[in-house]
């Protein structure tokens, strides 16, 4: 009985690994078709319409064009890790899903199946640990393409994303003076009925995006990349889907970003105004609801990351930095002091409210 039951729990982590990954696959591919109708919408073009209706099938084109394009490697690179750069890229972009709680546990085959891959208490440390991971897929690939426009996108990036990690880590941890808890699950069952962490951490989340789109490198963030400058940065060398698998790192990453904030500051898959009574009487109707909403906040802050990229130019490298390091993590601090004050005040009831 013990094993049709680890049994049954694999199968179902299996099911919902598939689901999830190539999930997070096909919205990565049809977020470049996004994108680039976002960006005609606000420079008032049509953007992509050729391909198949209302250009949907566009997407499917690119790929199919990165595929049959030539495989190139330099030949001073280092082929193994020219190789392994954009595997890693890929690999931890997909793996941070693996702790975002997707919706509410459904009831099949008299059995209540989580959708979440894995509920580990630690999850906001998961997190964080796997994206400082993905920083070395980006150094791998630039130092082995042998290219000092590769390897100088390589350094920016890395001096961009551990400047931009301080400042989000330290506006993380306000959070957990609140929550109490690292488990990702358990911050959206403290979120239910719409007591979303955003309405008491308002300045701990502007911080949170801004360095989401310096991790995701994304405009005024991309000076890893940085087309005017440095050709193509650290992926200059690439081709075929090597260069593929750094574009969709790229979009995976935006998709998992804008899912980890609907998740610690929105709420995640909390629908507002259902009481208890719903939950009870819609039951899965209600799980499924909820996987909509995640994803509804999930859309609303992809539309934030493409709007950002295609209103505000690129930083200067300096004012970058000092962004980062003179004015982030000082508000980081700032605002983590704040709170703790503040929670330490209203155990003492110093506070007349």
């Known amino acids: 009985m013990f094993l049709a039951i680890e049994l049954f729990t694999i199968i179902e ?35 992509p319409n050729r391909a198949g209706p209302f250009g949907m099938f ?9 595929f049959f394009k030539e495989e190139i490697i330099p030949n001073f690179s280092s082929k193994l890790l020219f190789v392994m750069g954009p595997a890693l890229a890929m690999m931890t972009a997909i793996m941070t899903s693996a702790v975002i709680p997707w919706g509410d546990k459904v009831h099949l085959f008299d059995r209540d199946i989580s959708l979440q ?85 308002p300045l701990g989340f502007l911080i949170f995006i801004i360095c989401a789109f310096a991790e995701c490198n994304r405009t ?13 940065g650290y992926h200059t060398e690439y081709s075929s889907m090597k260069l593929g698998f750094y574009l969709f790192a790229e979009y995976i ?29 819609m039951g899965n109707w209600l799980a499924l609801i909820g996987i909509g ?17 295609w209103t505000i130019p690129r930083f200067r490298y300096d004012q970058l930095m000092h962004l980062g390091w003179r004015i982030l993590i000082p508000l980081a601090l700032f605002n983590m002091l704040a709170t703790g004050a503040l929670i330490l005040a209203k155990a003492n009831h110093w506070l007349w409210w």
Do not use: C
């Open 13 to 47: 982590k299996l099911i919902l690994i598939t689901i999830v990954v190539m999930g997070s696959l096909v919205i990565a591919m049809y977020t470049t078709f996004a994108e680039r109708k976002v960006a005609g919408w606000l420079q008032d073009r049509p953007g």
């Open 58 to 66: 566009q997407p499917l084109a690119d790929g199919l064009k990165l």
């Open 117 to 201: 891959i894995a509920d580990i208490n630690i999850g906001i440390l998961y997190v964080f640990g796997v994206l400082s991971l993905g920083v070395y897929g980006i150094m791998i690939g630039s130092w082995a393409s042998n290219n000092k426009f590769a390897l100088m996108g390589g350094l920016r990036a890395a001096s961009q994303i551990i400047s931009y990690e301080l400042a989000m880590g330290i506006s993380m941890i306000a959070l957990l003076f609140l929550t109490g808890t690292l488990s990702l699950k358990e911050m959206v069952l403290q979120q239910q009925a719409g007591h979303w962490n955003f309405w008491y951490q």
């Open 220 to 232: 005024p963030f991309d000076l890893a990349e940085a087309e005017s400058e440095l050709i193509g």
């Open 253 to 281: 990453n935006m998709f998992i970003s804008s899912a980890i904030m609907a998740t610690l500051y929105f709420g995640g898959y909390d629908v507002p105004f259902f009481n208890e009574a719903a939950h009870t009487k």
């Open 293 to 309: 909403m995640l994803l509804i906040k999930v859309l609303f802050f992809i539309f934030i990351f493409m709007w950002v990229r």
